[in-house]
């Protein structure tokens, strides 16, 4: 006797999946919605199939076609919920996989690696925060840049930190700030407050 869809599911609710078969063959990114297929079956998401020369071609077998809706592989995409790469850290959340990419950017995609007393280059953006993480002691801690009118941006370092702890740790910031259009130059020390996390 067929088991049902549903006595599998509760026997294997985890599956080992290479994601990167669930990739368009153009961008290389997670396939999203709607996502065609070739007669042969080779699938592309719809933004890549619109900018290709030939769309009656497949581009990976050549094969002359016409490109359908894949429904079962859109399925597929939906059912798959990816941790956030921050897992662990401070970000608890899951996302459908054709989403990950968007989450990521939400927080400034994954934490950076530092070593303590350790020169590193960091780009900072307006609106964009980054997550550094000391390869040491595994502390997080948060860049955020903020506009500061005529000067450019204003940057704050903060503390990451998941719950108290007995030992408060104390860290202090040597930065150098270089804007490349202007040439303007400055350097700065401060000390680096610490920012509760709440879940």
Request: hydrophobic residues 35%.
């Given at each position: 006797?067929?088991?049902?869809?549903?006595?599998?599911?509760?026997?294997?609710?985890?599956?080992?999946?290479?994601?990167?078969?669930?990739?368009?063959?153009?961008?290389?990114?997670?396939?999203?919605?709607?996502?065609?297929?070739?007669?042969?079956?080779?699938?592309?998401?719809?933004?890549?199939?619109?900018?290709?020369?030939?769309?009656?071609?497949?581009?990976?077998?050549?094969?002359?076609?016409?490109?359908?809706?894949?429904?079962?592989?859109?399925?597929?995409?939906?059912?798959?919920?990816?941790?956030?790469?921050?897992?662990?850290?401070?970000?608890?959340?899951?996302?459908?996989?054709?989403?990950?990419?968007?989450?990521?950017?939400?927080?400034?995609?994954?934490?950076?690696?530092?070593?303590?007393?350790?020169?590193?280059?960091?780009?900072v953006q307006?609106?964009?925060?980054?997550?550094?993480?000391?390869?040491?002691?595994?502390?997080?801690?948060?860049?955020?840049?903020?506009?500061?009118?005529?000067?450019?941006?204003?940057?704050?370092?903060?503390?990451?930190?998941?719950?108290?702890?007995?030992?408060?740790?104390?860290?202090?910031c040597h930065?150098?700030?270089?804007?490349?259009?202007?040439?303007?130059?400055?350097?700065?020390?401060?000390?680096?407050?610490?920012?509760?996390?709440?879940?």
């Amino acid at each position: 006797m067929e088991q049902s869809a549903r006595q599998r599911s509760s026997i294997a609710s985890n599956a080992t999946v290479d994601l990167e078969v669930l990739d368009c063959t153009v961008c290389c990114h997670p396939l999203k919605p709607p996502v065609l297929q070739c007669g042969v079956g080779h699938v592309i998401c719809s933004s890549c199939h619109g900018k290709l020369l030939d769309k009656k071609r497949c581009h990976l077998c050549a094969m002359d076609t016409e490109h359908n809706r894949c429904i079962a592989v859109e399925h597929i995409l939906q059912s798959i919920m990816m941790p956030c790469p921050n897992a662990g850290y401070w970000c608890d959340a899951k996302t459908a996989y054709q989403d990950s990419d968007r989450h990521e950017g939400y927080h400034g995609g994954r934490a950076t690696e530092f070593r303590r007393a350790r020169a590193f280059d960091l780009q900072v953006q307006e609106g964009k925060r980054v997550i550094l993480r000391d390869a040491d002691s595994g502390h997080l801690f948060l860049v955020d840049g903020a506009p500061a009118g005529p000067a450019g941006l204003a940057g704050a370092v903060l503390l990451l930190e998941p719950h108290a702890a007995n030992a408060k740790p104390k860290f202090e910031c040597h930065v150098a700030f270089h804007c490349r259009a202007t040439g303007w130059r400055q350097s700065s020390e401060f000390p680096i407050l610490e920012h509760q996390l709440c879940h």
